[in-house]
T-cell receptor, first 109, second 116 residues
Framework: GQQVMQIPQYQHVQEGEDFTTYCNSSTTLSNIQWYKQRPGGHPVFLIQLVKSGEVKKQKRLTFQFGEAKKNSSLHITATQTTDVGTYFCAGRSSEKLVFGKGTKLTVNP | GAVVSQHPSWVICKSGTSVKIECRSLDFQATTMFWYRQFPKQSLMLMATSNEGSKATYEQGVEKDKFLINHASLTLSTLTVTSAHPEDSSFYIC????????????FGEGSWLTVV
């Protein structure tokens, strides 16, 4: 079945450093979504990418969708302590939304 | 923005009993809702897809007789964990797909189930 692989599993950075998490799908996706989950909280929708090669920005966050619509990345510029949490990608190829395992980001002030 | 309410947030039940979790879309109609399970420090695992007025579609390995899903209306889906065991203790979270607006999915707040 469809699989979504996400790396790295953990990332620890100093405040101000950049951070990137990557997702790869075993199948071509109709869209990919990104979520952020704070410790003890529920996933919060960040963004959805639909078009091949699409790039979207939200302040310090940059999201990319690969040309083949099988991979995606989330890049955070100059991390802040408020960025801590687990970032999940979720790929949809039909009705299902399959989540990656998430990347847990910790930021050292 | 769209709101999905999940209830209860926390529940403790005894082994062998059943517990029901509700998922409601508060300001939109959701023809499709999804139920996930999340173990500590792990990702969300899709359990089943719930379509209004029809039987739920369960993922491989999920016991449909143990995890009963009902989607009786366009704003409510329920998950009932029957004959709960300690290994069923987990974080259960629902999501609802909002038609239009790019079919964005919104998550409920989740329900922590502890079976003692």
């Amino acid at each position: 079945g469809q699989q979504v692989m996400q790396i790295p599993q953990y990332q620890h950075v100093q405040e101000g450093e950049d951070f990137t998490t990557y997702c790869n799908s075993s199948t071509t996706l109709s869209n990919i979504q990104w979520y952020k989950q704070r410790p003890g909280g529920h996933p919060v929708f960040l963004i959805q990418l639909v078009k091949s090669g699409e790039v979207k920005k939200q302040k310090r966050l940059t999201f990319q969708f690969g040309e083949a619509k099988k991979n995606s990345s989330l890049h955070i510029t100059a991390t802040q302590t408020t960025d801590v949490g687990t970032y999940f990608c979720a790929g949809r190829s039909s009705e299902k939304l399959v989540f990656g395992k998430g990347t847990k980001l910790t930021v050292n002030p | 923005g769209a709101v999905v309410s999940q209830h209860p947030s926390w529940v403790i039940c005894k082994s062998g009993t059943s517990v029901k979790i509700e998922c409601r879309s508060l300001d939109f109609q959701a023809t499709t809702m999804f139920w996930y399970r999340q173990f500590p420090k792990q990702s969300l695992m899709l359990m089943a897809t719930s379509n209004e007025g029809s039987k739920a579609t369960y993922e491989q390995g999920v016991e449909k007789d143990k995890f009963l899903i009902n989607h009786a209306s366009l704003t409510l889906s329920t998950l009932t964990v029957t004959s709960a065991h300690p290994e069923d203790s987990s974080f259960y979270i629902c999501s609802a797909r909002r038609q239009g607006s790019g079919n964005t999915i919104y998550f409920g707040e989740g329900s922590w189930l502890t079976v003692v």
